[in-house]
C-alpha cells in the first residue's frame, strides 16, 4: 500500500529552524515528483517546495531563500529543512507524490495525487 508519513512538526519561536520529515511506504521516491505544501486555518493550500525525480528543485519566492527539499533515497524519506522561521510559516505541512512518473515537476498541486496527513509547524513571535 502505498503511503505518506510526516513528522518533525513543533511550536518553535520565530529565528528558529525545523525539519520535517516525510516517510514513503509501498513506492520509491527516486522514482516521483514529490512536494511539500502548507494551508493555515482559512488559507489555501500553498505550494513550499517540490524536487523532480531528477533531484532538480523549485520554490515560490515566499521559501526559496529559508527551506530546502531533499530526498533519502536509502531511507525513502522527503525533507524540508526550514530555516529563519517566521510567524507567517505557521500552518499544517503536507508532502505529496505526483500522480505518476515521468513529466514535469511543477509547483501545481494538481498534478500530485497522494497525500499523507500532514504535520503541524506553530512559530511565535
Known amino acids: 500500500q502505498e503511503e505518506l508519513v510526516e513528522s518533525g512538526g513543533a511550536s518553535v519561536q520565530a529565528g528558529g529552524s525545523l525539519r520535517l520529515s516525510c516517510a514513503a511506504t509501498?513506492?520509491?521516491?527516486?522514482?516521483?515528483?514529490m512536494g511539500w505544501f502548507r494551508q493555515a486555518p482559512g488559507e489555501e493550500r500553498e505550494t513550499v517546495a517540490v524536487i523532480a525525480d531528477h533531484g532538480a528543485t523549485n520554490y515560490p519566492r515566499s521559501t526559496s531563500d529559508r527551506f530546502t527539499i531533499s530526498k533519502d533515497i536509502p531511507k525513502n524519506t522527503l525533507y524540508l529543512q526550514m530555516n529563519s522561521l517566521v510567524p507567517e510559516d505557521t500552518a499544517m505541512y503536507f508532502c505529496a507524490r505526483k500522480r505518476k512518473t515521468g513529466g514535469a515537476c511543477s509547483r501545481a498541486a494538481s498534478i500530485f495525487g497522494l497525500w499523507g496527513h500532514g504535520t503541524q509547524v506553530t512559530v511565535s513571535s
Open positions: 509501498g513506492f520509491n521516491v527516486r522514482d516521483y515528483c
